[in-house]
């Protein structure tokens, strides 16, 4: 019988709702922070969050349900932000002020908002921030754009820059870029993810992630003026 979980949420994130219940002793928004830290950990970041020897195996096999959703789903859909929207309380996200954009509504902003922007200069990004960023919907909703309508050269061309006060909320926006990429076989040209607060100048953000696509390593290498040593 589904847990409550999973008959919540999309049917592609079901699998993954119902091994985040499969935890015994430790409850899904638990295990959700477990799956977090184990994903982080695997990419080689620090530890996050102490993952017991005792759910490793169920953590495993989470991860597995979440890569296999995210190639079967189209590029860059956000299928984490549901899945926490479901496990956090609705006095939590009051707290801090989260209420997750519906990824339909952030496709159509981000297609209301297009513009033109210059070609940057040669060894430059474009730029496109969310100092609030959730799970990252609008960011993902405008790699998604960019990858349909314009091919994945264009997203290359872009500096993607995150930062939530929430350390779930940064980690989730992290892992959907960083895995969309990887399972999707394209490339961002940065993605900086930090946690912390964005409205106040003494806070100091941690950061999460900062990802560099090996095309634009290339390219700012190749970039490098070469020193001739005088004889």
Known sequence: MASKLARAVPPTIKPLAEALCD???????EMFRFFLGAVMELWGFQPWYPIPDDV???????????????ANEEPFKDILGPLYEELASHGGKQLLGQFFTPWS????????SDSDIDAPRAGDLKAYSDPACGSGVMLLAKANYLLETKGPGELQQWLFHACDIDGICARMVAIQLAANCAIHRVEIGEII????????????????????????MRSRQNSIPKLEVAS
């Open 23 to 29: 935890g015994h002793r430790y409850p899904p928004a």
């Open 56 to 70: 490793r195996g169920k953590i495993g096999r989470a991860i597995t349900l979440y890569d296999q959703a995210v």
């Open 105 to 112: 509504l952030a496709c159509m902003m981000v297609r209301m």
């Open 193 to 216: 993810v930090l946690q912390g607060d964005t409205l106040s100048a003494s806070d100091t953000k941690q950061q999460v992630l900062r990802a560099t696509s090996p095309t634009l």
